[in-house]
């Protein structure tokens, strides 16, 4: 792995296209946006994408490398302080009970890394890195791989990709569904329950029936690689007499947790589930213990043992993960130094909630916000990385006019099994500001790469 690899400029793969390509792309993607985007997720009411990114094959291919090492090198900077769960979440200073079905004495291990997602945004040319979600909860992944699929499939009924070396990014669904498998050791026909929060924030959870009839194409996905999948709300899961888990009316052998463990919702099937993982009788892709190596105070664990690692190691850190220190008060005098350059945010948040932005804030809010944070305890300082902006094009709603302008994005490889697969990307729109995520109107979509 070379630390100094040389990025594409931002955009470049999109360029190198013939234009009549994409003139076309954009064409057939702006007719078809309604067919594209049916059941995805998203607040925006005025915007769509007209097309997807587009990225080299042999950059997505190092930036998931880049992201794989720096996962490793988390869990190793975990293992360093700790040696089980239960010492991680006190180091971590997380509440008891806060991470729902943790085990305490379980062993910090390479298994926990079984699912992961870098979130990722580019700046100055070079990814940057600015936290990790390593879970099974990761959140996007259906509304990326059925995206850039429905896209693909547009072009190639269209043959607009005849001869020209472009493809959607492989199905992170089905390197899931694999990892599944061969993560639990399952047998063939393993009937596997797949269990959300439908109590959480997230568009179309306000309706149960509809949400498991969109996701239903993914039991048909799973049966190719031996896997019966049965998707219902944690809240109805249920126990036998025998302590297994019960879903859908019959158990199950094993569980896919598509809920945050933080965050779910209280319910009697929760408990349900607690008690199969007690019994032992309930196999869990994955285990909660995953969610503590998501903490951002690692990012800072990551800092310090500097001196401790490989002259390559030393440099993939400095270059892709911006530099990280838990905010204490012996942090004051330099956040107010150097406002302009930093962001505090909570090390165990989500989805941009109580995040400041040194140089978005006037010098007293900024002050009163990072004490605030001091004394509330649990917070990071990091250094503020500016997202490059890149030309896409879009479709008016309203009108049906496109429109290209140049725009915020991040891009967040999924890695399952330790393997690369897709990508999702939040995309800004016209007129947008810098935070990207769902609750601003962000536009999601999969990738397409070129040879």
Same mark, same amino acid.
């Given at each position: 792995?070379?630390? !100094?690899?040389s990025w594409p400029p931002a955009g470049q793969a999109w360029t190198d296209l013939p234009e009549s390509t994409r003139t076309a792309m954009v064409a057939a993607g702006a007719a078809e946006w309604e067919k594209i985007f049916h059941g995805r997720a998203t607040y925006n009411k005025q915007w769509r994408l007209a097309r997807p990114p587009v990225l080299t094959?042999?950059?997505?291919?190092?930036?998931?490398?880049?992201?794989?090492?720096?996962?490793?090198?988390?869990?190793?900077?975990?293992?360093?302080?700790?040696?089980?769960?239960?010492?991680?979440?006190?180091?971590?200073?997380?509440?008891?009970?806060?991470?729902?079905?943790?085990?305490?004495?379980?062993?910090?291990?390479?298994?926990?890394?079984?699912?992961?997602?870098?979130?990722?945004?580019?700046?100055?040319?070079?990814?940057?890195?600015?936290?990790?979600?390593?879970?099974?909860?990761?959140?996007?992944?259906?509304?990326?791989?059925?995206?850039?699929?429905?896209?693909?499939?547009?072009?190639?009924?269209?043959?607009?990709?005849?001869?020209?070396?472009?493809?959607?990014?492989?199905?992170?669904?089905?390197?899931?569904?694999?990892?599944?498998?061969?993560?639990?050791?399952?047998?063939?026909?393993?009937?596997?329950?797949?269990?959300?929060?439908?109590?959480?924030?997230?568009?179309?959870?306000?309706?149960?029936?509809?949400?498991?009839?969109?996701?239903?194409?993914?039991?048909?996905?799973?049966?190719?690689? $031996?896997?019966?999948?049965?998707?219902?709300?944690?809240?109805?899961?249920?126990?036998?007499?025998?302590?297994?888990?019960?879903?859908?009316?019959?158990?199950?052998?094993?569980?896919?947790?598509?809920?945050?463990? !933080?965050?779910?919702?209280?319910?009697? $099937?929760?408990?349900?589930?607690?008690?199969?993982?007690?019994?032992?009788?309930?196999?869990?892709?994955?285990? #909660?213990?995953?969610?503590?190596?998501?903490?951002?105070? !690692?990012?800072?664990?990551?800092?310090?043992?500097?001196?401790?690692?490989?002259?390559?190691?030393? #440099?993939?850190?400095?270059?892709?993960?911006?530099?990280?220190?838990?905010?204490?008060?012996?942090?004051?005098?330099?956040?107010?130094?150097?406002?302009?350059?930093?962001?505090?945010?909570?090390?165990?948040?989500?989805?941009?909630?109580?995040?400041?932005?040194?140089?978005?804030?006037?010098?007293?809010?900024?002050?009163?916000?990072?004490?605030?944070?001091?004394?509330?305890?649990? !917070?990071?300082?990091?250094?503020?990385?500016?997202?490059?902006?890149?030309?896409?094009?879009?479709?008016?709603?309203?009108?049906?006019?496109?429109?290209?302008?140049?725009?915020?994005?991040?891009?967040?490889?999924?890695?399952?099994?330790?393997? $690369?697969?897709?990508?999702?990307?939040?995309?800004?729109?016209?007129?947008?500001?810098?935070?990207?995520?769902?609750?601003?109107?962000?536009?999601?979509?999969?990738?397409?790469?070129?040879?």
């Amino acid at each position: 792995m070379d630390p !100094n690899y040389s990025w594409p400029p931002a955009g470049q793969a999109w360029t190198d296209l013939p234009e009549s390509t994409r003139t076309a792309m954009v064409a057939a993607g702006a007719a078809e946006w309604e067919k594209i985007f049916h059941g995805r997720a998203t607040y925006n009411k005025q915007w769509r994408l007209a097309r997807p990114p587009v990225l080299t094959a042999d950059a997505f291919r190092r930036l998931n490398e880049v992201c794989d090492r720096i996962a490793q090198l988390i869990l190793e900077a975990c293992q360093r302080r700790a040696r089980t769960a239960g010492e991680l979440r006190r180091l971590l200073d997380v509440p008891q009970g806060e991470t729902r079905l943790l085990d305490e004495d379980e062993p910090l291990h390479e298994g926990l890394l079984a699912a992961y997602r870098p979130d990722v945004l580019f700046s100055s040319g070079v990814p940057c890195i600015v936290e990790y979600n390593i879970d099974s909860s990761l959140g996007g992944g259906f509304d990326a791989d059925t995206v850039i699929y429905r896209y693909a499939d547009l072009y190639r009924e269209r043959g607009l990709l005849d001869g020209v070396p472009a493809r959607p990014a492989p199905s992170l669904l089905d390197q899931r569904f694999v990892a599944i498998r061969d993560t639990l050791r399952l047998p063939d026909g393993a009937r596997v329950a797949l269990l959300m929060d439908f109590d959480a924030e997230y568009p179309g959870l306000d309706d149960p029936e509809t949400f498991i009839r969109i996701l239903s194409p993914l039991a048909d996905q799973a049966k190719r690689f $031996g896997i019966d999948l049965v998707i219902a709300p944690v809240r109805s899961a249920a126990l036998d007499a025998d302590q297994r888990l019960v879903v859908g009316g019959a158990p199950v052998d094993a569980l896919f947790r598509l809920f945050v463990p !933080n965050r779910v919702t209280p319910s009697a $099937g929760l408990d349900a589930v607690a008690g199969a993982l007690a019994a032992g009788t309930l196999p869990m892709f994955v285990s #909660a213990a995953a969610w503590l190596l998501s903490n951002k105070l !690692n990012y800072a664990w990551l800092w310090a043992d500097l001196p401790l690692l490989s002259e390559t190691d030393q #440099a993939l850190i400095r270059r892709y993960v911006p530099h990280t220190v838990a905010l204490t008060a012996d942090q004051l005098d330099r956040a107010l130094a150097e406002q302009a350059d930093l962001v505090a945010k909570p090390a165990g948040g989500s989805a941009g909630h109580g995040v400041l932005i040194g140089r978005k804030m006037s010098a007293l809010a900024w002050e009163d916000g990072v004490r605030a944070a001091i004394d509330a305890g649990g !917070n990071i300082l990091q250094r503020y990385h500016e997202a490059d902006r890149v030309a896409m094009d879009f479709v008016q709603i309203e009108t049906g006019e496109t429109v290209s302008a140049e725009v915020p994005y991040s891009l967040a490889p999924y890695l399952f099994g330790r393997t $690369g697969s897709g990508a999702l990307a939040r995309v800004g729109y016209p007129g947008c500001d810098e935070v990207l995520n769902l609750a601003r109107g962000v536009l999601m979509t999969g990738i397409l790469l070129t040879d």
